[in-house]
């Protein structure tokens, strides 16, 4: 690593915030991105996100089936600027049935957004993916939405995250009222009230803002609202906690922001305030070391592997994130896990609605990179000979279970080839019980079986369906106690399998089940999520 930090790369880095946005449906994710790329330039008009969803084959390569069910399967990239910082926004599938790409997203992006819906509180797929974040400490920023519905009160809106998130909320702006009420938002954090008139357009609107509280204008435009906000900012100076920067960068603290993003209330506040806080690209780890984005030596991983327009010809784009020095078209790059050297001539840069060719892309930017089937997530590329391998992209323990049942028999060879190279592709884990030939798939999202089933077809000619199975719950299980591993297989050849990289995992067919077995071997341990290799 060189001591000098080139000044072109630490500018790029620092004015760059890779960040997704983690909700549970319906919480307004979808609305509050076409905000946030509205407020970039990235798009003139609201509605475009939203097209998209339904609409997206027109311009993108997406599955037959995402078309047809016209909800997201896939996670995309969305670029763009606002004021002097490059924001790439990496989007998370809105469905419920989201999937394990939502989850090794999380594990690409520095930070990220919160939104909850006011009436809804935290609800189970944000705990979900908050537990992700957890896992690498990501700050998060909170937005909570639809302030103009009649909602649960701020006050214990914010005892509801701290007690179901365990995190500290610093609020860094106040509503000022509730549904028909709500006035605006007061910015604790710049100390001005922001008041809006509600436009649902789309356009940028900016609304009259007023700097001391105890100015007569305030009692002028809020009547009686204007007692109640200095009483609620009162309270709230000796029952919330100060926004503590450190904390927020160590996970352990998030601002919270109040708004409605239909009504453009509080968007532009939260945005300002998330691109000053929010962290640039943060160093990462490898087996051996950590690798600082303000090295001059370029690095990357791939984090995530999409199948492209042709799927005959096992077309791919793998979605690597650049973590240190500068990416040049056509650069020469080492592919670690294979030992060879290849050249970046087609990478893609991934704008809010059309991929471009890159020709140059700093530490915190995505590219996706075109191959068939020879990067696996998880592959770490560099431009010197260093031994790296990048970790932090896991599998992560499946939430549902099916076994695949071929049409017809003599499909079998091409059945466990798409499943390996499925399951390689991360598509989907495979898993092949000690005790009988039975494949096994597992995922965190339902959607991935019917997303497999459609692909064995299209892509293997393999004509599958898959049926329910006993299993609940999956961990991969290790031990320096052999006789303890020997002991559980042999107790439970149905629940000890393989997975597709070969190592032993334990499928319960109930939560109590697992812990039965975590009691009977204490010597071996039962992890949720496993490293890729
Ligand atoms: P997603 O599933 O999280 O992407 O949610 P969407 O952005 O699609 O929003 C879900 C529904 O909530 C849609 O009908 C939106 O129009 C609506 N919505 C989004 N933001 C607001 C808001 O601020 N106020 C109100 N009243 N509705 C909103």
Known sequence: MSEQIDPILKKEVERRRTFGIISHPDAGKTTLTEKLLLYGGAIQMAGTVKSRKANRHATSDWM??????????????????????????LDTPGHQDFSEDTYRVLTAVDSALMVIDCAKGVEVQTKKLMEVCRMRDTPIITFINKMDREGVDPFDLLQDIEDTLHIECA?????????????????????????????HGGAIQKGEIIKDLSSSRLDELLGDQADQLRDELELLEGAGYPFDKERYLAGKQTPVFFGSAINNFGVQEMLDSFVELAPHPRPRATTTREVSPFESDFSAVAFKIQANMDPAHRD??????????????????RHHRIGKEVQIANATIFMAQDRTGVEEAWPGDIIGIHNHGTIKIGDTFTSTKEELKFTGIPNFAPEHFR?????????????????????????????????????????????????IMSRLKDEYSVDALYEPVEYHTARWICSDDAKQIDGIKKRYPRFVALDGDGNLTFLAPSQWRLQQAEEE???????KTREHE
């Open 64 to 89: 037959a089936m995402e078309q047809e069910r016209g909800i997201s399967v896939t996670t995309s990239v969305m670029k763009f600027n606002y004021k002097d910082y490059e924001v790439n926004l």
């Open 171 to 199: 609020p860094l702006s106040w509503p000022i009222g509730m549904g028909a009420d709500f006035k605006g938002t007061y910015n604790i954090h710049k100390g001005e009230l922001h008041l809006f008139s509600a436009i």
């Open 316 to 333: 791919r784009i793998a979605f690597v994130r650049i973590c240190s020095g500068q990416f040049k078209r056509g650069m020469k790059v």
């Open 403 to 451: 076994r695949v049942i071929l049409r017809n028999p003599l499909k079998s060879k091409q059945l466990n080839k798409g499943l390996h190279q499925l399951a390689e592709e991360g598509a989907v884990q495979l898993f092949k019980p000690l005790g009988n030939n039975d494949n096994i798939l597992g995922a965190v999202g339902l959607l991935q079986f019917d997303v």
């Open 521 to 527: 071997w204490p010597k071996i341990d039962f992890n």
